[in-house]
T-cell receptor, first 114, second 117 residues
Framework: AQSVTQLDSHVSVSEGTPVLLRCNYSSSYSPSLFWYVQHPNKGLQLLLKYTSAATLVKGINGFEAEFKKSETSFHLTKPSAHMSDAAEYFCVVSDRGRDDKIIFGKGTRLHILP | GAGVSQSPRYKVTKRGQDVALRCDPISGHVSLYWYRQALGQGPEFLTYFNYEAQQDKSGLPNDRFSAERPEGSISTLTIQRTEQRDSAMYRC???????????????FGQGTRLTVV
């Protein structure tokens, strides 16, 4: 069965500095991996997805993530944080080729310091 | 429709009452998912459908929870004899069939905030 672990429940960075949100996954098959963002009192929005094409995936708002099979990781990065990036971020895994069940991590709350 | 629609947006019910939460997915989407999200937590998988067939209901907490999607479109999540611990945001999502075997992303509705008093 697939699972996903987000290593940090909270991350704080200063505006203009890099962002790193860590995610490790477990999958019995080739996974599809996603990052979703949730702003306060808002719905879930897809940031980016990996589905076996390029291992470096670019998403919206300057975010990107790199799929590293050897490390079973899919960390989310952004070169320069903006105040509007403050939100909850969820790493999501699905076992491509196995079933369509999609599993969320517990989330990482990103705080941006002025 | 243009997006996933859930109703009601807010539901307050007394303990012991039954509630039915509705999800209207994006037209043509094959898969439909139900999640529960407690405050400060990630969405917790409940169940999902491909067309009208319930593929996996392993996330339903107990037999008070059930879901159906009889015509492969609109789905209803029913909670019988509600308890205070059932209070949460219930989210529905839908997705297209896979593209060349790859899972396509899920689009989420705004959710139903259920409060059991």
């Amino acid at each position: 069965a697939q699972s996903v672990t987000q290593l940090d429940s909270h991350v704080s960075v200063s505006e203009g500095t890099p962002v790193l949100l860590r995610c490790n996954y477990s999958s019995s098959y080739s996974p599809s991996l996603f990052w979703y963002v949730q702003h306060p009192n808002k719905g879930l929005q897809l940031l980016l997805k990996y589905t076996s094409a390029a291992t470096l995936v670019k998403g919206i708002n300057g975010f990107e993530a790199e799929f590293k099979k050897s490390e079973t990781s899919f960390h989310l990065t952004k070169p320069s944080a903006h105040m509007s990036d403050a939100a909850e971020y969820f790493c999501v895994v699905s076992d491509r080729g196995r079933d369509d069940k999609i599993i969320f991590g517990k989330g990482t709350r990103l705080h941006i310091l002025p | 429709g243009a997006g996933v629609s859930q109703s009601p947006r807010y539901k307050v019910t007394k303990r012991g009452q039954d509630v039915a939460l509705r999800c209207d997915p994006i037209s043509g989407h094959v898969s439909l998912y139900w999640y529960r999200q407690a405050l400060g937590q990630g969405p917790e998988f409940l169940t999902y459908f491909n067309y009208e067939a319930q593929q996996d209901k392993s996330g339903l907490p107990n037999d008070r929870f059930s879901a159906e999607r009889p015509e492969g479109s609109i789905s209803t999540l029913t909670i019988q004899r509600t308890e205070q611990r059932d209070s949460a945001m219930y989210r529905c999502a839908s997705s297209l069939a896979r593209e060349q075997g790859a899972f396509t992303e899920a689009f989420f509705g705004q959710g139903t905030r259920l409060t059991v008093v």
